[in-house]
Nanobody, 121 residues
Framework: QLQLVESGGGLVQPGGSLRLSCAVS????????MGWFRQAPGKEREAVSC????????RYADSVKGRFTISRDSAKNTVYLQMNSLKPEDTAVYYC??????????????WGHGTQVTVSS
């Protein structure tokens, strides 16, 4: 069964950190570009970060550059999003997704159900 399961969300104060995990089952993430997306209340879903399958090239939205880091652990079949210096505007439901083209995270075949991140004092 193909599954992406996110975890690690929660409530954090501004300036704090969280690490999100996306555990993959049913396929090997090495052959997929893996991405993180988020959707805040009343807003459209936006791309946050992506890591390509072949060369591990990473991409970030301008709003998170320098604060967020995407990585993957092939042995654990898990993708991570380390989020530092969190801001209230980072509050959203965060989703991971898998793009079978292996590149760019634009044509995502699979999605997780999301994990809530709330940044508030």
């Amino acid at each position: 069964q193909l599954q992406l399961v996110e975890s690690g969300g929660g409530l954090v104060q501004p300036g704090g950190s969280l690490r999100l995990s996306c555990a993959v089952s049913g396929f090997t993430l090495d052959y997929y570009a893996m991405g993180w997306f988020r959707q805040a209340p009343g807003k459209e879903r936006e791309a946050v970060s992506c890591i390509d399958s072949s060369d591990g090239r990473t991409r970030y939205a301008d709003s998170v550059k320098g604060r967020f880091t995407i990585s993957r652990d092939s042995a654990k079949n898990t993708v991570y999003l380390q989020m530092n210096s969190l801001k209230p505007e980072d509050t959203a439901v965060y989703y991971c997704a898998a793009d079978g083209t292996g590149y760019n995270c634009l044509l995502n075949d699979y999605w997780g159900h999301g994990t809530q991140v709330t940044v508030s004092s």
